[in-house]
Structure formats: structure tokens, C-alpha cells
């Protein structure tokens, strides 16, 4: 029986994560919980599942919860963290959005966990350190990203060096079909409107500006050790086939399966083992075609943004991030419109001195500085 705490319960990942976690309940016992603010999830879920411990953002809401009968309650980035180390925890999953993650991801990795990581911001911000921290600890990282996870299973038990490049196949987000002419009549409930994936509402934005996908390449470059100029995008609108990896002996692997989180979710819970999936079964019949198409830079900038900010390395994507995460949030607010994001990005992070071999505290410091450019912009552009 492996004991599981959640990061990010109450969000897209939490919850599916949960229902795997019922599906299986001789292989997984929840042991803890941790959401921000969403304190009726929580109530539900501690009801439902009984963990020993549960972390909240604060200690206000941490008032509200006191009758849950966890326990241990924990508060802020150090409940997180002290959940992420538990000694009573297998399995982290990290299903936080945002750079919130990277603390309680390095805590997990220090204290050797078996991870499974959904969030993609911290390996953007901090892969460097993420991945020597990793180097020197037992910890496994299982992606828990559809796209990730496919490469993962595809080179599962192949050599580094017979790897040629990678695919990542991206479903195109919301605006597809969008002329770029139309984009900035876009309003808050078309860009959150995805064809394939239901998410949480930033990574549904980052899947519209193709961002989401500038995260994933940058990501795949950590997880993987591959060059950035080694991994293409592919629009596949279907979302059957997750990703593929392409050998030096020009065969291809791909991993497909339906469109449902919970599959690579499992994969992350079980690996290196599969267990029996009753349902979710892929109907070939059902498939009409597989499509492949270019990304249309005019249209989706930021996918170069992150292939730029790889290639200066350093600082520069933890600043590519950090602004995309305050546009973002300002244009859920409807403070800036849909267009701006990608404008406001490029400014800041032409504006920025990349600083190479950036130790943490200098990520940080990047990170902040990033942060506060923004918002002064988005304030300039909002009055
Ligand atoms: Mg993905």
C-alpha cells in the first residue's frame, strides 16, 4: 500500500488523482491533502478520504478547517513543504499551477520521494537546479503532463544516445480555428472554452497563446536531456497520439490512448508497473484521422518565446514565465486583453540581461524582478 499526498487537491489534477485513488484502494491510501483556498473541496474530500494531515494557504482558512479532524494542519509554502517531505508519504503528486511548485517540488526531491509532477513552471523557472538536486537524491520524477508522460513510457528502457528528436503534439487550444484578425475580439469565456482538455483556468489560457506548449518543450529539455532545436511541435488536433520520440535509426515511438488524465495519472501512481484500467479503452474505429500540422508563429508567438528563452538559458526562462503568469492572471482579472499577453511577454524579456548558471536565490531574484515589470506595464496598459 503506497500513501499519497496531494499538492493541488482541489484543482483538475487533485481530483482526478483522487478518483484513481479510489479506483484502487488496495494500492493507494491518501495520507495528505493540500489546497489553497478552496475550503469546501477540502471539507469534501477530508470527509471522503480521511487524510492525517492537510495543508491550506493560511492560517485564516486554516481557522475554518479546524473541525475536519486531520491530525496535522500545516499552512503556506512551509505546509506545502513539510507535506512534500512527510516521512509518512510514498507519493508526492504536485499538482499545483504555477511557480508556487518549486519549493515544495525541491522538498519532495531532498526528502526522496516517488514524484509525480503535473506542474510545469518550476522545471521552466529552476530545471538546472531541479534536475542536479534530483542527481543527488533516490527521489523519481514521473511526469504527469499527457505529453511528458508519453515520452517518458517511450523511452522507457532505451540508451540516451539512441535518441534522435522528440514530437510533442499539441491539440492547438482554443483558437485554432481563430483567425488572427478575430483575436482581439476575444473574450474570458472563448479562450477558456478548450476543444479536448477540461483544466484549471491558467493552463487553459497557456494552451490558447500555445505557451503551454513553450512550457512543455523547455520541461521535456529538462526531463529528457534533450537540446530544445531537438524537439518539435506538431498540432495533432485529435489528442490521441501524446507524443512521440523519433530513434537514431529513424523509427518512432509513439504512446496513444484517449483523451483522459487519469491514464498518465496512473502511469505516474504505478510506475514502473501498469495496472488493469477497466474502462477508458481506445476505439480505432471511432478514429476518423490523425492530422499533423505547423504551428503558425504569427499567430502563437509565445511557442518562440520559449524556444528563445531556452536558448539563452539562464535567467531567461524563469523571466518568461514569471511574465507569463502576471499576464495571465491580469487577463483573468479582465484587466488586459487577450492579445496583450504575448506583447507584454516579449517586452519584459527583451528588456531582460540574462544572467548564465543562475544559482536559486538568482532565479528568484529574476523571477521578482520579472513580476514587478509586469505589473507596472499591466498598470500603464490598464489605466
Ligand atoms: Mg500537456
Known sequence: MKRVAILGSSGSIGVTTLRVIKQYPREFKLEALAVNKNIESLKRQAAEFKPGKIAVGDEETGKKIKKIGARDIHYGIEGLNRIASDKDVDI??????????????????????????????????????IMAELKKSKARLIPVDSEQSAIFQCLEGKEQDE???????????????????????????DILNHPRWKMGQKITVDSATLMNKGLEVI?????????V??????????????????????????????TDMSLPIQYALTYPRRLSNPKNHLNFFSIESLTFDKVDNKKFPCLDFAYRAARDAGTAPAVMNAVNEEAVSAFL???????????????????????????????????????????????????
Open 333 to 383: 482579472d479582465q484587466r488586459i486583453g487577450f492579445t496583450l499577453i504575448p506583447d507584454i511577454i516579449e517586452k519584459i524579456m527583451s528588456k531582460h540581461k540574462t544572467l548564465k548558471n543562475p544559482n536559486l536565490p538568482a532565479i528568484l531574484e529574476a523571477d521578482t524582478w520579472a513580476r514587478r515589470q509586469a505589473r507596472e506595464l499591466i498598470t500603464r496598459l490598464d489605466s
Open 229 to 258: 532545436r531537438n524537439i518539435e511541435v506538431l498540432i495533432h488536433r485529435q489528442a490521441i497520439i501524446h507524443s512521440m520520440v523519433e530513434f537514431v535509426d529513424a523509427s518512432v515511438l509513439a504512446q496513444l490512448g484517449v
Open 219 to 227: 520541461e521535456a529539455g529538462w526531463l529528457f536531456d534533450v537540446e
Open 92 to 129: 508526492v503528486v504536485i499538482g499545483l499551477s504555477g511557480s508556487v511548485a518549486l519549493h515544495p517540488l525541491l522538498s519532495a526531491i531532498r526528502a526522496g520521494k516517488h514524484i509525480a509532477l503535473a506542474n510545469k513552471e518550476a522545471l521552466v523557472m529552476a530545471g538546472s537546479i
Open 163 to 189: 535518441l534522435k528528436r522528440l514530437y510533442l503534439t499539441a491539440s492547438g487550444g482554443a483558437l485554432y480555428d481563430v483567425a488572427l484578425k478575430d483575436f482581439k475580439y476575444l473574450k474570458k469565456k
